[in-house]
């Protein structure tokens, strides 16, 4: 029991030395020395709020450059379309959709065709070779979806738009209607020209329709040499703007193959023709399979 006492003793007074000899520390340094320390330890506890602000400084100027590359390539790309429409040579030739057919659409498909002569105007303004768009016949179901969706139509520039049916906006000579089921193929355009483009989305309804209107109204019809050029798996029948865009790729490239396979969706899974109008792709497989190589095991355990 003495010995714990003489240790308990011993404990208490070494504490106490401690505490003097910080007491006499601190009294020891000076006003500026204690300052200084102060300093140093606020120093050591403001680290890691140094290391965030450090972190934030260097994102923001990570944004910063960010936001100055995507200006200087707004730029460029600006400048670029600016030297692109200066390129620009305005075609001749007259691409009229003929919207006489409302009456036949239901609702909804008017609403297709409202998309469809969307993408026409979109793509004409930004063409190579623009042509002289019209828009005839407008009214009904069509005028009343475009002044609900989009009303800026009635501002837009380079096309002419009528009431009239097309008949009686341009020249009966100058005519000529595009449609799949007439027996004359289009090799050449005619600058002269104005072809038109049946503004119908049927389902093919209402089959040889545009065929028969340009028939009755004694006017030239023409269609488009797919056949010369594709095969594909789906029917002939193109939406408008298809028709629309193919014509402006044709007028840019002077080449019809170029053009379809420019403009055509890759679900009508069209593929190129050759001359004699076969399939390229299974023309390549044939040419194949006539000489295979005996020195292949594959080709050899298929022919096995």
């Not at 504490?15 to 000076?30: D, K, P, R, T, Y």
């Not at 429409?85 to 030739?93: F, H, V, Y």
């Not at 065709?113 to 179901?141: D, M, W």
Request: hydrophobic share 30%.
């Amino acid at each position: 029991m003495a010995d714990d006492g003489e240790k308990r003793e011993a404990s208490a007074q070494q504490q106490g030395e401690q505490h003097g000899e910080a007491a006499a520390e601190n009294q020891a340094l000076s006003k500026r020395q204690r300052k200084k320390l102060l300093k140093q330890q606020k120093w050591e506890g403001d680290r890691e709020l140094r290391k965030q602000k450090r972190k934030e400084r260097k994102q923001q100027r990570r944004v910063e450059r960010q936001n100055c590359e995507e200006e200087e390539h707004r730029d460029d790309a600006q400048s670029a379309r600016k030297r692109l429409r200066r390129e620009i040579t305005p075609s001749s030739l007259r691409l009229v959709v003929d919207c006489s057919f409302d009456s036949l659409m239901l609702f909804k498909d008017v609403r297709k065709l409202h998309k469809q002569i969307q993408r026409c105007y979109a793509e004409n303004r930004r063409a190579v070779h623009p042509v002289q768009f019209y828009l005839t016949s407008l009214g009904g179901q069509l005028k009343q979806g475009m002044d609900e969706k989009d009303k800026g139509w009635v501002n837009w520039k380079d096309v002419t738009i009528k009431t009239e049916h097309y008949s009686e906006v341009v020249a009966k000579e100058d005519l000529v209607y595009l449609t799949s089921d007439s027996p004359n193929v289009l090799e050449e355009l005619d600058q002269k020209k104005a072809y038109v483009i049946g503004g119908l989305v049927d389902h093919n309804h209402h089959k040889g329709i545009t065929f028969e209107r340009a028939k009755e109204l004694g006017i030239d019809h023409a269609q488009l040499p797919l056949n010369s050029f594709v095969k594909m798996n789906s029917r002939k029948v193109l939406a408008v703007n298809h028709v629309f865009e193919i014509i402006l790729a044709y007028l840019e490239k002077r080449s019809w193959q170029e053009a379809f396979f420019t403009v055509l969706p890759m679900r009508k899974g069209a593929v190129a023709v050759d001359k004699d109008g076969t399939a390229v792709q299974e023309k390549e497989e044939e040419d194949s399979g006539s000489e295979p190589d005996p020195d292949t095991p594959e080709q050899t355990e298929k022919r096995t």
